[in-house]
């Protein structure tokens, strides 16, 4: 109305907006100041408007590195990372990561291109056509689409709660092109924009639950407790460690939640993983599903002795997934751990010697027994000389990131590798995916402004390897370690039947480092730990992007690394 007041108004000139302008303003609004994508029609123009607004604008060379850089900055900030991408291809290439973040229970938001509802509708072939909305929904938590510029600012809004609210996850925002052009007054797409109160609000478990989980864990003979990588992403460190001296009890980090408590602190089991599962009777989950990743809770890694279990989660459905749950405590974790150590009072009784003692001598006989093999100086290295030398780095530069992917890779490094601090461990997550490499190591170091240190199986890299482009442009103190031995889990199959390769091993003696060094980084070949340990500092301590290729043994590694029993057997004898 105002608008047509001032439109009659021969002397005033009418402020205008557009869509690009709009979307641009929502996010600012919303201290959204990075921006994950690759460039192309129709979200050129728009990466080059946010540059000039003073958005961080990355351009990677796949949007699927893009989306998990975006996957992971939403878990290291707690706000939802922000991948834009083209359409149909490029909305394809950052389905993934966006997938992943639900999965992950990451905050993310895919922001996509589109081409002309009239003629996707019709099926009439557009450029690049596609219904992405349809595509997105069963990936993520919400999926929303924009026609008109007007509704920007509260369709952002709806994104960010999405994400952000109850689980954390991804969401989808669909843009079709002429979104964009579209103009508006600028007061009116003032008013449009909204700024999020209180996305993610405290959700503060019921007093009951919270005195039903102590009743049963001061019930407990032999407790544990296993923190997941939502206790991670709650940022309620200090009260998740109070909890944890408090109660006494053993506690057990999933792989990502390694460090928020240090590896050494005297109560971490990690290196008696078996014997506490196997042992305990009472076991609490803060931020950690009963997935795969803990055998479902039951079965033989779990043993003969009755558990119950106590689950604190912000996910009331995920209570009972895969066995009973005694004691659910929904809420979050701040709220829901606070509770907990108010409802323990002053005198919590430390659990019974035995169990403590028996923990604890198991673990110390498990690190003994690892000790001497971190130490070999076999060349080519085998995986521990190799972890052991990256272990001592990181127990040096504990601020550091780690970001690690591969089979053997992963899984010997996830044990070798002590973490010090809270959310420094970025790896595969509940998918066990690989590809979240070089995407993780830009998004980590732009979020953090740490070093990184990416260790990588010589499979795992090759997903998203061009993005060392990507490092060395943005000159991203990322330092990655191939761990090259020659293929997928180990690089001396054989095909027996023909002269074409096995399929699990890649050329020989490839030399990854040189990669880097196309695009003016720091290549180096280590052959020995003296050399692979001379490179990674200097590499950590001049921050510039290095490569380092590691030469493994290719025989030192097993199938699968430590989940070749998921392998399904041929019922077929062999003939
Ligand atoms: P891990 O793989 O480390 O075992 P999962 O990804 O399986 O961890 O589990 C993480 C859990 O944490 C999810 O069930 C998720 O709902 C929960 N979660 C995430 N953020 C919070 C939070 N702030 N408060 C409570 N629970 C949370
Ligand atoms: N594709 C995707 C996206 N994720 C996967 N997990 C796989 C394929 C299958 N896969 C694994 O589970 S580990 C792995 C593949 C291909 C690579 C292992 O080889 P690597 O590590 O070189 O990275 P090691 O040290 O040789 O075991
Ligand atoms: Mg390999």
Known sequence: MAEAALNTAPNVELELTDGFHLVIDALKLNGVNTIYGVPGIPITDFGRMAQAAGIRVLSFRHEQNAGYAAAIAGYLTKKPGVCLTVSAPGFLNGLTALAHATTNCFPMILISGSSERE???????????????????????????????????????????????????????????????????????????????????????????????????????RPLIILGKGAAYAQADEAICALIQKSGAPFLPMSMAKGLLPDTHPQCAGAARSTVLRDSDVVMLIGARLNWLLSHGKGKAWGETPKKFIQIDI??????????????????????????????????????????NGVNAKRDENIAKMAPRLMNNNSPMDYHAALGVLRTIVKERPEAILVNEGANTLDLARGVIDMYRPRKRLDVGTWGVMGIGMGYAIGAAVETGKPVLAVEGDSAFGFSGMEIETICRYKLPVC???????????????????SDPATTVFVKGARYDRMIEAFGGVGVNAVSPDELRRAVNAAMDSGRPTLINAVIDPAAGSESGRIGNLNPQSKLRKS
């Open 480 to 498: 990655i370690v191939v761990f090259n031995n020659d293929g997928i889990y180990r690089g001396t199959d054989v095909n027996k039947a023909g």
């Open 119 to 221: 003629i996707v509708d019709l099926q009439q072939g557009d450029y690049e056509e596609m219904d992405q909305l349809a595509i997105a929904k069963p990936l993520c938590k919400a999926a929303f689409r924009v026609l008109h510029a007007e509704s920007i600012g509260i369709a952002l809004d709806r994104a960010i709660r999405a994400a952000v609210s109850g689980r954390p996850g991804g969401v989808y925002l669909d843009m079709p092109a002429n979104l964009f052009g579209q103009v508006i007054s600028a007061e009116r797409g003032r008013r449009s924009l909204v700024k999020v109160i209180d996305g993610a609000p405290a959700q503060i478990p019921a007093p009951d639950a919270v005195k039903r989980a102590l009743d049963v864990l001061q019930g407990a003979k």
């Open 315 to 356: 996910e009331p459905k995920e209570m009972d997934s895969n066995v009973e749950i005694t004691a659910p405590v929904v809420g979050d974790i701040g709220s829901a751990v606070a509770a907990l150590l108010e409802g323990m009072g002053g005198n919590w009784p430390v659990p019974p010697a035995d169990w403590i």
